[in-house]
């Protein structure tokens, strides 16, 4: 009974060391960026600078990111290139949040303005306005108003002025 116990026992241990092996040795496949497999043309695991085009904005940044300088880019410099990015296009809609409430705040403030009938929304750095003003003077004031606002690039008025019909 003794012998047949310690039998199992090894069988078992040889059967873990087998997993572990297998798996320290990368035999479990690793999940690839599904982005990065489109792009690799020749499916060498690598983007080159021509690969990279495809994608304007990796082609951009190509060279900042190949760390190692070797003229192409491993998955780990590709995610890292595209994490990047991701924070910077956040950081540029928090801005723009950030102007349309400035710009909001901007027409609450004015007291010749009824500020609830316009509406603000503000995509990479351009104001758009839309809504009623009573007359052409107050839309021009809500443009510039608008336009005074920092981080403000362009001010696209859509707003209308209201018919005085009775």
Same mark, same amino acid.
């Given at each position: 009974?003794?012998?047949? @116990?310690?039998?199992? @026992?090894?069988?078992?241990?040889?059967?873990?060391?087998?997993?572990?092996?297998?798996?320290?040795?990368?035999?479990?496949?690793?999940?690839?960026?599904?982005?990065?497999?489109?792009?690799?043309? $020749?499916?060498?695991? #690598?983007?080159? &600078?021509?690969?990279? =085009?495809?994608?304007?904005?990796?082609?951009?940044? #190509?060279?900042? #990111?190949?760390?190692?300088?070797?003229?192409?880019? $491993?998955?780990?410099? &590709? +995610?890292? +290139?595209?994490?990047?990015?991701? =924070?910077?296009?956040?950081?540029? &809609?928090?801005?723009?949040?950030?102007?349309?409430?400035?710009?909001?705040?901007?027409?609450? =403030?004015?007291?010749? +303005?009824?500020?609830?009938?316009?509406?603000?929304?503000?995509?990479?750095?351009?104001?758009?306005?839309?809504?009623?003003?009573?007359?052409?003077?107050?839309?021009? =004031?809500?443009?510039?108003?608008?336009?005074?606002?920092?981080?403000?690039?362009?001010?696209?008025?859509?707003?209308?002025?209201?018919?005085?019909?009775?």
């Amino acid at each position: 009974m003794q012998l047949v @116990v310690r039998i199992g @026992v090894a069988l078992a241990c040889m059967g873990m060391h087998t997993v572990v092996s297998a798996q320290a040795a990368g035999a479990a496949p690793n999940k690839v960026n599904a982005h990065f497999l489109r792009l690799d043309a $020749n499916k060498d695991g #690598f983007l080159s &600078y021509q690969e990279a =085009r495809a994608d304007k904005e990796v082609a951009q940044h #190509f060279a900042l #990111f190949d760390a190692n300088r070797d003229g192409r880019l $491993n998955e780990d410099e &590709y +995610l890292k +290139l595209k994490a990047a990015q991701a =924070r910077h296009h956040a950081g540029t &809609y928090v801005s723009d949040g950030a102007i349309t409430s400035k710009v909001r705040l901007a027409l609450m =403030r004015a007291k010749d +303005l009824k500020s609830a009938d316009i509406h603000v929304e503000t995509i990479a750095g351009t104001v758009r306005l839309s809504g009623e003003v009573d007359n052409a003077k107050q839309a021009a =004031r809500v443009e510039q108003l608008a336009g005074r606002v920092e981080g403000v690039k362009k001010v696209d008025s859509r707003l209308s002025v209201r018919s005085t019909q009775k």
